[in-house]
């Protein structure tokens, strides 16, 4: 497959490009940003590639059968809808978009177009998430009852530099809920199994001067009966990334790499995994993503692997949506 990249930030120079280069079939042959600095960057890294400021120039001189979208949010739209009506299989960072509306669109457009489109959740694909996901379906921790996921961070990533800024501009996609949220919403309904949410109660938080969230809490019910919660935070002493998952039989806990499950008799196992340093990048993981990918373009548009994302996607958002709404309304349950 001939690829190319729209957006070459830090994100797609150290985790997209090297997950790419993973995948014997697939060669990222156009670089589109519309900042110099970064066009030069992709010079330095890939031999051969052609660059390109505009995207809609990029698409009309290239023969590419897909498109890696990792711009920032706000841009995802229009970004998207330009490679699949270009023809283009489209992979996309999260978020896919900024609104159900939006995301209708590209879905139906994608249909109409016979193309996949998917977006990277790249969390599946950390060694502690693909165990704790093994043991439920093992049946180790039996019927699930309750997740927890925090995120716990001491700024935004990437703070202090020019690509990080969109992520405290709610005009740009920003804010907690939108780049840690969407990862923990998807992870929740992947862990449970495809359960559908039933309901969403949150509190956001923003700082002085700041126009977006920076603190999350929110409560979510599944349909099953099993409860969730996610905190998120940009206040946060320390970095920390860890999970809660308890069943009728066990429970398992995740601090960073480390995994510990203990049942019900009291007997703790240790399911630890080696994984690389916990950046913002998680160049380890998108290796993952992007054979994951590559087998939904082979499957055709009616892959099972891109019905399943986008079906993740689209909870993420929808949690996400009623999150805020939510919030406004002083964390009123939301039915969804």
């Known amino acids: 497959m001939r690829g190319a990249i729209s957006g070459f930030g830090e994100v797609a120079a150290r985790a997209h490009l090297a997950g790419w280069r993973t995948r014997e079939n697939v060669a990222i042959a156009a670089i589109h940003d519309p900042i110099s600095e970064r066009r030069h960057e992709a010079i330095r890294l890939i ?19 897909f498109v890696d979208v990792a711009s920032p949010p706000g841009l995802h739209h229009v970004a998207v809808r330009a490679a699949l009506a270009a023809g283009a299989h489209v992979l996309v960072e999260k978020p896919l978009a900024l609104t159900l509306g939006e995301f209708d669109e590209l879905a139906a457009l994608a249909a109409e177009k016979r193309r ?14 693909a165990v704790a996901r093994r043991a439920i379906e093992d049946g180790r921790l039996g ?11 001491t700024e935004p990533a990437g703070a202090g530099g ?7 501009l709610a005009a740009s996609g920003g804010g907690i809920l939108i ?17 559908p949410p039933a309901s969403v109660s ?21 349909g099953s009966g099993a409860l969730s919660r996610a905190h998120l935070s940009w206040r946060a002493p320390v970095r920390r990334t860890s999970a809660l998952i308890y069943g009728e039989r066990g429970s398992l806990e995740i601090e960073g ?11 703790v196992e240790d399911l630890s995994v080696a994984d690389m340093a916990d950046d913002s990048y998680h160049s380890a993981w ?51």
Not at 162 to 168: E, T
Not at 209 to 220: C, M, N, T
Request: glycine share 6%; proline share 1%.
């Open 286 to 336: 998108f290796a993952g993503v992007a054979a994951e990918f590559e087998r939904a373009v082979a499957e055709g548009t009616d892959s099972p692997v891109a019905n399943r994302n986008l079906a993740e996607a689209r909870v993420a958002l929808m949690l996400i949506d009623a999150a805020r709404k939510s919030s406004i309304n002083n964390a009123l349950e939301m039915k969804l």
């Open 116 to 129: 996949v489109l998917m977006c990277v959740h790249n969390w599946k694909y950390a060694p502690a998430y």
């Open 257 to 267: 790499d480390r995994v510990m499950l203990t049942g019900r008799s009291g007997k």
């Open 47 to 65: 031999k051969n590639v052609r660059v390109y400021d505009d995207l809609e120039l990029m698409l009309d001189g290239e023969a590419l059968d």
């Open 202 to 222: 949150a509190r956001l938080e923003s700082s002085a001067g700041v126009d977006v969230d920076d603190v999350a809490d929110v409560r979510i019910s599944f």
């Open 162 to 168: 020019s690509g990080a800024k969109w992520r405290a």
């Open 143 to 153: 019927a699930i009852r309750f997740v927890s996921i925090d995120r716990l961070r």
């Open 179 to 195: 780049d840690h949220g969407w990862h923990v919403f998807y992870l929740m309904y992947w862990l449970l199994g495809g359960e």
